[in-house]
């Protein structure tokens, strides 16, 4: 399979790569950073790219993909986790730029890869039960993770010829737990505290058992109306 993966520098992202690459699939990876981890695989291509910018992605694409004409999976997985904060003590810069990592890079790179790709199986957004939750302290998170949900919903209805899904993944101990743990507790804000005791407790599922997780979730979203929001917890 041709597999195209962003934010495969660390997390969910790198090891959904190094699950296909395991697997002998051939995978496209975006991020800023080239992980050591994938530089062993001859079927990994990698793109440094910060998918906030705009200028050459295209280009950029073309090159990266050299020729391929169709993909059967497109994973979004780049995503940036704002400070914890309420929603009144968020800045306007801080909103741009998670909107702009979370959402619009999205939009930006999809609309690049239907124009060069003819075939684009399936894409898989990674979101988040933030999306639906909205709890406190989650601000410009839980709005770009909703925003997300939107965006597939809208293209799913755009290209019926691919199947889109946006897939929560759990909680999953990355860098972004990392940062969540590394916070002191409050009480405004609930969940880090839930999230905090679920790390010490080991509760959290590793980024490998998780990419595992997610492409059995991806095999099943395909039996789902495209568009769908889908929470792996409840399948
Ligand atoms: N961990 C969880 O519990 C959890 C739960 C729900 C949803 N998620 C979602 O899962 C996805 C992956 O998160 P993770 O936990 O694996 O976090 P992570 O380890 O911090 O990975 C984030 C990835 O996104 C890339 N990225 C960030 N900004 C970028 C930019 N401007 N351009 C290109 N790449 C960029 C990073 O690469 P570079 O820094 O190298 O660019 C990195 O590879 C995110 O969308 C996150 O919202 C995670």
Redesign the pocket.
Known sequence: MNILI??????????LAREYLEKGDRVFG??????DSLKKYADYHHL??????HAELEQRLRQLLNGTNALDRVI??????PAINDMRDTSMEEIRRVM???VW?NKMLLDALFKLIPQIHQVVA?????SRSGARGWNV?AIS?AALNSLVRLYADEIPETHFSAM??????????DYIFSLPDDERFPVVNR?KEMKRKKQ?KD?RE?AADLIGAMEIAMQRESGSYIDVREL
Do not use: C, W
């Not at 979004?76 to 986790?81: P, Q, W």
């Open positions: 962003t934010g495969t520098s660390s997390g969910i992202g790198n090891s975006i991020s800023r950073n080239f992980s440094s790219h910060d998918l906030s910018v979004l997985s780049a995503g940036v986790l702009d990592v979370n890079a990674i979101s988040s039960g933030a998170y993770k929560a993944p759990g909680v999953v101990e990355t860098g972004m737990q999230l959290m980024p998780a």
